[in-house]
């Protein structure tokens, strides 16, 4: 508990374990440009860093600060990271873990060459229409082309359903990137699992029903509904496999589809604390926030620490039409019983963006689902 961790990035994920990490007492340091993210605005500390999470000598001056470098997002630059620990920091979770899933093709070549079911995927050779025809020729239509770098929320996704959006999938997701087509999952619903890797223990939190909506995560389920026992403990036990095939320690979050035939296949996974995962402060003995800085510390950690306390249910406040939208959102949940709010301080919405979360938690799913409910008629209103 002694020890300084110093992170990359500083959004929500990051004020969320400055948040934890206050209750502990473990110093957190955050690089993240300005003095005001949504991390540093609950870390009252000197020396965190100003600067890009991309710029080397930003990252340099971190390590040089902290006992172990850890992540909030995963579209870092590696070779610093790559640097720093060669010198003699400790990264966590390990440097080249990080590289090969912030390339969403490697991370899924990685997992397959480990056995791991994941979705088909192809490369482009070149982001053109002769090289998608190909891709399509092999996986059949509708297919995702996805970005391989830099995607969140969605941003780098683009559904195929036709020839005739070939062009208008690579000119969306830009003609000089590299992309990789994926097969379509024709899933019955979606799962993640949260794992936490410690020095010598591969443990998980129970499994979560993910409900996206236009590519972004809107609602979470824990327990999941619909999902018997077996499978609750196949996504978990899947889960397991894939993170035990990266190096180093932390939470990840593992993106699953349950196919209609009751086949798991992993979507994606992020190396490091997770949407899908933010139930856990409300729902769970330790949280997942707490739960990274155990594993990435050394500091005991045990099964038990993840087990599920009572149903939660988590929707998230995505930024709408005025600036304050979040804000007006909050102030009906504040009317909700059994409900907790969580916004970000992240200003002035914009159209889209994670502004904030609730989590309703109640003794049976149903009781949580009649409580929440008035919520998501509330951000339903206005769709079209
Ligand atoms: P995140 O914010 O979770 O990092 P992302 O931008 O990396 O998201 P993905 O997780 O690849 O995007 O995809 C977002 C959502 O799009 C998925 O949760 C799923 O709903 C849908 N999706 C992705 N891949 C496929 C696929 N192969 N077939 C069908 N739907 C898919
Ligand atoms: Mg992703
Ligand atoms: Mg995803």
Redesign the pocket.
Known sequence: MDKTVGVLGGGQLGRMLAEAANLLEIKVIFLESGNLSPAKQVSNQYDHIDGSFKDPEAVKSLAAKSDVVTIEIEHVNTDILEEISKTGTDVQPHWRTIRTIQD?YAQKELLQNHGVAT?QSLPLATASVQDLEKASAALGLPL?L?SRKE???????FPVKTKDDFKAALDALGSNKEVYA????N?RI?LAVMVVKTKDQVLSFPTVE?I?EN???KLTYTPARGVSKTIDKQAQDLAKKAVACFEGKGVFGV?M?LLEDDTLLI??I?PRPH?SGHYTIEACPVSQYEAHLRAILDLPLLAKDLELREPAIMLNILGGDSEDSHKNFARQALKQRRTKVHLYGKGKARKGRKMGHITVTAPTMSEAEEIIQPMIDYVDKDKP
């Open positions: 969403k979705a995702m996805k995607a969140y929320d969605g941003r780098g996704n994926e097969k379509w999952a899933f979606e993910t996206h590519s972004i995560c993106e589809f979507n994606e992020a949407n």
